[in-house]
Structures are given as C-alpha cells and as structure tokens.
T-cell receptor, first 116, second 114 residues
Framework: DAGITQSPRHKVTETGTPVTLRCHQTENHRYMYWYRQDPGHGLRLIHYSYGVKDTDKGEVSDGYSVSRSKTEDFLLTLESATSSQTSVYFC???????????????FGSGTRLTVV | AQSVTQLDSQVPVFEEAPVELRCNYSSSVSVYLFWYVQYPNQGLQLLLKYLSGSTLVESINGFEAEFNKSQTSFHLRKPSVHISDTAEYFCAVSGIYNFNKFYFGSGTKLNVKP
C-alpha cells in the first residue's frame, strides 16, 4: 500500500533465533501498530506506538518487543522465535480522528514468517 | 474494551445473488465501526466505516452496512455480488474514547461462484 512498507515480505527462520520485522511509513502518522493474522483468529494486536519512543502492549505481546526511534519506523522483534510465532504479520498506521472523515487504518502488505 | 463477533466463517454464494455478512459487537461505550476487505495475498483495505450521522453507510463498489445500536450489529450487505467480490471480510470496532485501538472479528470468507 502506498505510504507504508513492510520488510521482509517473507522470512523463514529457525527456532530460537532472533528476528526483526520492519515497518516504514511516509505518511507522518502518529500511530503505528503490529498485528498478527492467524486462521480463525482474525487480526490480533501485538504492540502499538503512539509516538516516538512511546509504545504499549496489545493482547498478544508475550515473546515480542518493539521500538520506535523515528516517526517513520516501527520495528517488531521476536527475541527467540518459536513455532507458535509462525504467522502473517501486518503493520498498520492511523491518525487521530480529529480528521474524522479520513479516520481508519492503512495496512501494509504483510510479512509471512515461518519458524521451523 | 470492545469485542467483535463475525458469526459466519465462510459464506458461499452464486454470482448476482444478494449477500449479508453478519457482525455483532460488544462495548460499554460508543463506538466507531469498520469493514475491511482482504484479497488473497494482500493487506487489508478499508471498505466502509460508521463514525457518526446516518446509520446506513455505503462503499463505492456497492456494499452497504447499517449500524444498529439496539442490536449492536453492523451487518454488511450487497444486493448482487460479482466474482471479483471473492475475498475475506473483517469487521472491526474502536471505542470513541480509546480510538487508538481497533478490535477485529475473526473474518468471513466470501466465495462467489459462477
């Protein structure tokens, strides 16, 4: 999607190794999010950020950490990957609903992570 | 917090038939409601949203959804579907006071058959 890029698009890694996924935006939006998508579960929020160095946990944050040192970049790190973290990871951005007519998420194209 | 229930995991339908995808939400505060569509191997795209005002909202490709506060529902409808509508559809909710968090349903796969 225009304005938001995820990298890598695909990754295969071994159990126990660290993995970092990157989300980059060019929209200067304040809020950034990491979700994971699994069959039957929809999208579940891992972590989100409401500004540089300001982050908070979502509903499935165990085993994940995040960092946001610049407005445009939001990194998701799996400190020691496990097979249960095999999933499709989506980054999303949003602005406050002050601009109410444009409020909503914009999603990246996703990163497919396989932990073997 | 809020939660969303999409009652149907899969909906098969023939081309040109009408379809309804059901969404119910739970919240103790007023909400914003959304439908997103995901085509195969792509990210989610915003289809339509209810923020305030008219309870019937429409998308540019013929979908509509109606916010029903008494039934806490936001069902998605289309009077005549096309093959190209085959996708997975997600209902989402955010509270108007904790608008920075969205909660998604588990998704409904719409399969349009010729």
């Amino acid at each position: 999607d225009a304005g938001i890029t995820q990298s890598p698009r695909h990754k295969v890694t071994e159990t126990g190794t660290p993995v970092t996924l990157r989300c980059h935006q060019t929209e200067n939006h304040r809020y950034m999010y990491w979700y994971r998508q699994d069959p039957g579960h929809g999208l579940r929020l891992i972590h989100y950020s409401y500004g540089v160095k300001d982050t908070d946990k979502g509903e499935v944050s165990d085993g994940y950490s995040v960092s946001r040192s610049k407005t445009e970049d939001f990194l998701l790190t799996l400190e020691s990957a496990t097979s249960s973290q095999t999933s499709v990871y989506f980054c999303a951005i949003s602005e406050t609903p002050g601009e109410i007519e444009v409020y909503g998420y914009t999603f990246g194209s996703g990163t497919r992570l396989t932990v073997v | 917090a809020q939660s969303v229930t999409q009652l149907d995991s899969q909906v098969p339908v023939f081309e040109e038939a009408p379809v309804e995808l059901r969404c119910n939400y739970s919240s103790s505060v007023s909400v914003y409601l959304f439908w997103y569509v995901q085509y195969p191997n792509q990210g989610l795209q915003l289809l339509l949203k209810y923020l305030s005002g008219s309870t019937l909202v429409e998308s540019i490709n013929g979908f509509e959804a109606e916010f029903n506060k008494s039934q806490t529902s936001f069902h998605l409808r289309k009077p005549s579907v096309h093959i190209s509508d085959t996708a997975e559809y997600f209902c989402a909710v955010s509270g108007i006071y904790n608008f920075n968090k969205f909660y998604f349903g588990s998704g409904t796969k719409l399969n349009v058959k010729p």
